[in-house]
Every structure is written in C-alpha cells, then in structure tokens.
C-alpha cells in the first residue's frame, strides 16, 4: 500500500481567504481602491465574524479584470456595465450547458449520440 503525499491544500476558489492588505499587494493596487471597488459594487468580499474583509481567489481573478479595464481606459462605471455583462454571459452558458447535458444521455451535446439527437430527422437524416 502506498501513502499519499498529505500536503496543503487549496481553499476553496469562492472561499475568502486574503486580508485587505494582501490581497493589494497580489493585485498591484491600493487598499483604499478595494475598498473603492466594493462601495461601487464592483466586488462584495467575505467579511469574518468580526467584519474583516476576506477576499477569494475568485475575487483575485475578477480585481485583475478590473485592472485590465481600468487601464484599457474604462472609468469605472464602465468597468461595472462590463462586469455586469459578463457575469450574465457567464450564466447564460451555465444554463445552457446544464440544458444540453440534460438533454443529451451521454452528458455530452458534442457526442456522436448527441450530434444525432441534435438532427431534426434523427439519424436517418444522415445520408450515409
């Protein structure tokens, strides 16, 4: 029997986890510009129990977008139409996917039973 190698693991990507302070340093940019972004809604962290904000590697990833906007030349109410749009794109194709995975047995729309199922009139559509 082999042992596995137990080492740290990663938190979870929604779980907040970095403090103010660190979570500037990642991105490069202010703490009083978090907190910025998150009076305009751009982001909401996690708070600890005793009102800390806790930032997520989600988080991370959406402040480096912020950033890249920012300097693409986006004010920031920009920045937030943009954000906005892209979490419903997002959505979307979570939904559609969710949708095609039900209606597909495999699981899968882009398998050979899925692509036939997608035919109008089934496989006998194919002129083979």
Known sequence: ????KVGP???DRDKGVYGISVTAEMVGTGVQNLRLYE???LLEPTRSAGGTRLYSAEDIDR???ITELLADGLNLAGVAMVLDLQDDNARLRDKADDHARSHH???DPDSVPGL??????GPEQLDL
């Open 116 to 121: 036939l199922e997608g035919l109008d009139g």
């Open 105 to 107: 047995p495999t699981g």
């Open 9 to 11: 693991r990663e938190p």
């Open 1 to 4: 029997m082999v042992a596995e």
């Open 39 to 41: 009076r305009r809604g």
């Open 63 to 65: 402040l480096g977008r």
